[in-house]
T-cell receptor, first 116, second 108 residues
Framework: EAGVTQSPTHLIKTRGQQATLRCSPI?????VYWYQQALGLGLQFLLW???????NRGNFPPRFSGRQFPNYSSELNVNALELEDSALYLC???????????????FGAGSRLTVL | GQNIDQPTEMTATEGAIVQINCTYQ??????LFWYQQHAGEAPTFLSY????GLEEKGRFSSFLSRSKGYSYLLLKELQMKDSASYLC?????????FGKGTMLLVSP
């Protein structure tokens, strides 16, 4: 079974540009979660998509947005990039119904975004 | 909201036992997870607790006390490959909130 795949592995942008990151969940998983892992801050929750809808978002400005496609893959867009957006962006997938049972999130290896 | 605290770093010797603590305050609790993350890699699932008590899985065990808002991860017979960051995460109603992680360094 293929795991969660993310692309690109590394991305270098300059301030003010836009970045697009992609995620393909495990087959059978309908939920996709995005987290930002900046140095010293741990994993910060960004967005949760399920069945094509945004279900929840973390405490991030609106320039962080995304969408989920009919095949459950997802895209994270970051507009007007700032230096502090430099981080590892992790995508995780899970079965629907996060709040039930040991519904475990499986993570991808992440996309490393560097903003110069 | 949720607040999760765990030590920043710990060191231990190969073959020893180490306990990584996690305390949390949460407005909703629906389970506690531990993940392991090696440098440059994805976090991988280690354990899940939703009821009080100890869950054992090979060399790793995890304990939960909901009344105290406290969990620990116990690693026995430490190996060099256990050097990694250990992430405590609390599941609320619709999200999984992570602590900052504990970096464990195992030395020979």
């Amino acid at each position: 079974e293929a795991g969660v795949t993310q692309s690109p592995t590394h991305l270098i942008k300059t301030r003010g540009q836009q970045a697009t990151l992609r995620c393909s969940p495990i087959s059978g998983h309908t939920s996709v979660y995005w987290y930002q892992q900046a140095l010293g801050l741990g994993l910060q929750f960004l967005l949760w998509y399920d069945e094509g809808e945004e279900r929840n978002r973390g405490n991030f400005p609106p320039r962080f947005s995304g969408r989920q496609f009919p095949n459950y893959s997802s895209e994270l867009n970051v507009n007007a990039l700032e230096l502090e957006d430099s981080a590892l962006y992790l995508c995780a997938s899970g079965r629907r119904g996060l709040s039930s049972g040991a519904n475990v999130l499986t993570f991808g290896a992440g996309s490393r975004l560097t903003v110069l | 909201g949720q607040n999760i605290d765990q030590p920043t770093e710990m060191t231990a010797t190969e073959g020893a036992i180490v306990q990584i603590n996690c305390t949390y305050q949460t407005s909703g609790f629906n389970g506690l997870f531990w993940y392991q993350q090696h440098a440059g890699e994805a976090p991988t699932f280690l354990s899940y607790n939703v009821l009080d008590g100890l869950e054992e899985k090979g060399r790793f065990s995890s304990f939960l006390s909901r009344s105290k808002g406290y969990s620990y991860l116990l690693l026995k017979e430490l190996q060099m490959k256990d050097s990694a960051s250990y992430l405590c995460a609390v599941r609320g109603y619709s999200t999984l909130t992570f602590g900052k992680g504990t970096m464990l360094l195992v030395s020979p």
